[in-house]
């Protein structure tokens, strides 16, 4: 039957349904509104009437389509040409020969003056080109006709000088001056004949290294003295690609030679590079290129230098013999006769020939930093004698190493001297970091004793110190002092690693490391490093002395928490607003961190209840600070984790035992906080609270087959649900009765399911179906008591 609701009901129902039909009404309009715009945006304008239609645009200029045909003919009357020679040169005698050859040629040679005077400069081009091609194809019968006995490599060398120059008094003649094919053509032939016949004659690298140089001498030649064109760029071309390589090809020879004799000859080749391009580098054509090519000048006068004197000295000495070379280009960098692009490249060339020495040093360093990593995996298994073989336990020394220290130093000096060029600040810094680099390379170069060793890094730690504290005037650190304040916790790296070959060094390094950070601190800048670290080294001294003493890890657990309670106090003393404070309580943290590690792998639950006890002490001592208040969820989380810890070592199973303890303190805070803010919700101030009790209880129960727990649980839920619909509180009631009603279910299982299995099976889907009958029948009722509970909940908080 129709149910018809009340009027009330049914006027906001129909108030409802005529919002949805206007919103979809205007959803409509809108929607009409863009699809006519779009329509009107893509429909094509009206033609004018008797407007004339516009003439298809052209796909291709006509220059473009000439150029083309041109082109296409030049080629094909090449190829057709290669085919006469190939093909038909045979069945012609000598005479008929040099009849065609020479008709031919001179006939195609003479064309582009005609039609230059007609004016059709671009057939002249592509006739020029063509006669330009058949001189080649001369050339090759001329040999295979008449001197096929001939070295061939010889023959093309003579050729293409004889070409060259033929087509070079060819382009210059005054008729023919304005082609723009024939000189860049006879320049790209010239490249050829020298290093042709340098291998005809078999001159050897070295004299196949000359004729690139000389050849590129002259590109570099041409290219100063002629104006922008093709002429120009393409001598340009040629220099930059014959000069590199041979450049190239000197350096190789250079760095591969054996003797005195070659090491000059190859000097020499590298010098005639240096040469040629200083003397374009000073041209007043070079323009913006001055600088490039002053700086492959520098570069091959080093290698020239230094691959002179490589040769009569040990190999250890190689890269200091090529870095004073380099230095010493500084020197020459400061003539004033030079201009001033030329000096600045040779500067450049200098600093790169220092940065090179430099990256050569960067194995060694690499060794002296974490090459002590290996005793990691060895700890107190005895020290070596000299201190290389600490640093080299598990890793290589690198060859002809011996000789970083002086190329440390020496581009070190640089930098100080060249400080007001380069900026005083940062070469003095760079100057520290390569002095820093050095004091760390240098005990591993001399093998000092070990001893010695880890007193040489501990004072070189000792000095970054004092450089980065000195003065103690200003407050804000500059970029000398963050230098050094960087380096000095680096030092330690391999210090402590270093150390652990020994259980004495290891003490004693600890502790001095300390000490000496810890007396850093007192400076405020340094305080942000310095005071971590301290903590630091003080946790590495307390695990070090627990274990010298013997001592289980739960045991040294405890003498950890030292450190923490140390980083409390101290960053109370410098208030929230140091810059230090911050570190300093995260490297507490993570001492207690190390410190619950230590007592968790060793399985003692007790030890680990007292270490969670005592971290809870320091977290709650923290929250007391102002700005520290919610480290107290952290303290309070600590000391019920060493409750329950303390609890499982007592073999307790009862799960009220762990969860009372959490829900006590919680209720409190809960009530509380809504009595200083009665806006809290009820789930926020009681919920965690209860249901840390109930919901494990409930589990509890479930599984309990005594009466007492369901009992107990069942009168603590009814409480609650009372408690919760007295004051009006959402949460309280609804666990309270949830929890209520499971348990109640519980208790009822056992009975039902004996209901369940004394009635017939059509009972179950008879009683089901009863109940979706009654439930459909009075649907509207159930609804309008759903939406009554559900107000009176909103009611609660």
């Not at 000439?66 to 020679?85: E, H, R």
Request: with cysteine.
């Amino acid at each position: 039957m129709t149910h018809i609701p009340p009027p009330a009901e049914e006027l906001r129902l129909l108030d409802l349904e005529l919002r949805r039909l206007d919103a979809r009404r205007a959803q409509l309009l809108h929607r009409r509104a863009w699809l006519v715009t779009a329509l009107h945006a893509a429909a094509p304008p009206a033609p004018a009437p008797f407007a004339p239609a516009a003439p298809p645009r052209p796909d291709a200029s006509a220059p473009r389509v000439q150029n083309v045909l041109l082109l296409l003919g030049g080629v094909l009357l090449t190829v057709a040409a290669i085919a006469f020679t190939l093909v038909s040169w045979g069945e012609l005698g000598i005479a008929g020969r040099a009849l065609v050859l020479g008709a031919v040629t001179v006939a195609v040679l003479a064309a582009p003056v005609p039609l230059l005077k007609r004016g059709l400069r671009s057939t002249a081009e592509s006739v020029a080109g063509l006669g330009l091609a058949l001189t080649v194809l001369d050339a090759y019968a001329l040999h295979e006709a008449a001197l096929s006995g001939t070295d061939t490599t010889a023959y093309a060398a003579v050729a293409s000088a004889a070409l060259a120059a033929l087509w070079a008094a060819y382009g210059l003649l005054p008729r023919a001056s304005a082609l723009r094919l024939p000189v860049p053509a006879a320049l790209v032939a010239a490249q050829l004949p020298l290093l042709l016949g340098a291998v005809a004659v078999d001159a050897g690298p070295y004299g196949v290294t000359l004729a690139l140089l000389v050849t590129a001498a002259c590109d570099v030649a041409v290219a100063l003295r002629g104006s922008a064109g093709p002429v120009r760029a393409t001598a340009v071309v040629g220099a930059y690609g014959l000069g590199v390589a041979g450049a190239w090809a000197a350096g190789w020879l250079s760095w591969t030679a054996t003797g005195p004799g070659a090491a000059a000859r190859a000097a020499a080749l590298l010098l005639l590079g240096a040469g040629v391009a200083l003397a374009a580098a000073r041209h007043p054509s070079a323009g913006r290129q001055a600088g490039g090519l002053a700086v492959a000048a520098g570069l091959l006068t080093v290698a020239a230098a230094g691959g002179t004197v490589r040769p009569v000295l040990p190999a250890v000495w190689t890269v200091s013999a090529y870095l004073a070379c380099g230095i010493a280009l500084l020197a020459v960098a400061r003539s004033t006769r030079l201009p001033g692009a030329v000096r600045q490249g040779l500067v450049h060339a200098s600093a790169a020939v220092q940065g090179l020495a430099l990256l050569w040093t960067l194995p060694l360093l690499g060794v002296a930093l974490m090459g002590p990593a290996a005793w990691i995996e060895r700890v107190w298994s005895g020290a070596p004698g000299g201190l290389r073989a600490a640093v080299t336990a598990d890793v290589p020394w690198p060859p002809y190493s011996e000789t970083v220290p002086v190329v440390l130093v020496a581009v070190a000096g640089v930098l100080v001297l060249a400080r007001e060029a380069v900026g005083c600040v940062r070469a003095l810094s760079g100057g520290l970091v390569l002095g820093w680099a050095t004091a760390l390379v240098l005990p591993s170069v001399l093998d000092v004793p070990y001893a010695v060793g880890l007193a040489a890094l501990g004072c070189l730690t000792a000095g970054a110190l004092a450089a980065a504290t000195w003065p103690r005037t200003p407050e804000r650190p500059s970029p000398l002092h963050l230098t050094a304040t960087v380096l000095a916790p680096l030092t330690t790296l391999p210090l402590v690693l270093l150390s652990l070959a020994g259980q004495g060094a290891t003490l004693a390094v600890t502790g001095a490391l300390t000490a000496l950070f810890a007396a850093a601190s007192w400076t405020p800048r340094l305080a942000p490093v310095t005071a971590p670290a301290a903590l630091v080294y003080a946790t590495a001294l307390a695990c070090a002395t627990g274990a010298a003493a013997g001592w289980r890890p739960q045991e040294t657990a405890v003498l950890v928490l030292v450190v923490p309670v140390a980083a409390a106090l101290l960053a109370a003393r410098l208030g929230d607003t140091a810059r230090a404070t911050v570190p300093v309580e995260v490297t507490g943290a993570a001492a207690a961190l190390l410190a619950f590690g230590l007592a968790a792998a060793s399985g003692d639950l007790p030890m680990l209840a007292l270490v969670l006890a005592l971290c809870g002490v320091i977290a709650s001592g923290t929250a007391l600070r102002p700005g520290r208040r919610p480290v107290a969820f952290a303290g309070t989380a600590l000391f019920v984790l060493a409750a329950w810890v303390r609890l499982a070592a007592w073999d307790v199973g009862t799960p009220e035992a762990y969860t009372l303890p959490v829900t006590v303190p919680a209720l409190v805070v809960g009530a509380l906080g809504r009595r200083r803010d009665g806006q809290v919700s009820s789930w926020t101030a009681y919920g965690p609270g209860l249901a840390a009790t109930l919901v494990p209880s409930l589990l509890a129960a479930w599984g309990d087959t005594h009466w007492a727990r369901p009992l107990l649980l069942g009168v603590a839920a009814l409480a609650v649900t009372l408690l919760g619909a007295r004051h009006h509180l959402q949460a309280p009631l609804l666990l309270g009765g949830t929890v209520l009603a499971l348990d109640a279910l519980h208790e009822l299982a056992p009975y039902i399911v004996q209901v369940t299995d004394a009635l017939p099976r059509w009972v179950p889907p008879a009683l089901a179906g009863l109940l979706l009958l009654a439930v459909g029948a009075t649907y509207e009722q159930r609804l309008r008591d759903a939406r009554r509970v559900r107000e009176f909940l909103g009611t609660m908080r």
